[in-house]
């Protein structure tokens, strides 16, 4: 299963609001890290794409009941990204991907944020 997103940076809303409905404080503090606001923004955009690409690969729709906060994008030392899944997103993947994980990309400019999603077999 595959999914991808993309959107203009310029549409993701720049409240601390939004950033606290779609992330938690790790992710939060990636999204932060930079002293520019142009690039704090395009982490918000592309946090948001993760989220979206994980969703579309999972086939999780807006009646899966799964949030935002379940899915989140960490990153190992060496800075790749990955997924850590909780609540009803763990669930439904476990049920549904046994013996599988999940790889993800993103890239962002500051007009446009992408990421991908992809389930692929552990070994």
Same mark, same amino acid.
């Given at each position: 299963?595959?999914?991808?997103?993309?959107?203009?940076?310029?549409?993701?809303?720049?409240?601390?609001?939004?950033?606290?409905?779609?992330?938690?404080?790790?992710?939060?503090?990636?999204?932060?890290?930079?002293?520019?606001?142009?690039?704090?923004?395009?982490? @918000?955009?592309? #946090?948001?794409? $993760?989220?979206?690409?994980?969703?579309? !690969?999972?086939?999780? %729709?807006?009646?899966?009941? /799964? &949030?935002?906060?379940?899915?989140?994008?960490?990153?190992?030392?060496?800075?790749?990204? @990955?997924?850590? #899944?909780?609540? $009803?997103?763990?669930?439904?993947?476990? !049920?549904?991907?046994? %013996?599988?994980?999940?790889? /993800? &990309?993103?890239?962002?400019?500051?007009?446009?944020?992408?990421?991908?999603?992809?389930?692929?077999?552990?070994?």
């Amino acid at each position: 299963m595959v999914g991808i997103d993309i959107i203009e940076v310029e549409r993701i809303d720049k409240s601390e609001a939004f950033l606290k409905k779609i992330a938690n404080e790790k992710e939060i503090e990636y999204a932060k890290k930079s002293s520019c606001e142009s690039l704090r923004h395009q982490r @918000t955009a592309a #946090l948001f794409c $993760v989220k979206e690409a994980v969703m579309k !690969a999972l086939n999780l %729709g807006a009646n899966s009941k /799964v &949030s935002f906060k379940d899915i989140e994008l960490a990153h190992q030392p060496s800075g790749k990204p @990955t997924v850590i #899944l909780h609540g $009803v997103a763990k669930e439904k993947f476990d !049920a549904a991907f046994k %013996g599988k994980k999940i790889e /993800v &990309s993103l890239s962002h400019t500051p007009n446009y944020a992408t990421a991908i999603a992809v389930i692929i077999s552990e070994n």
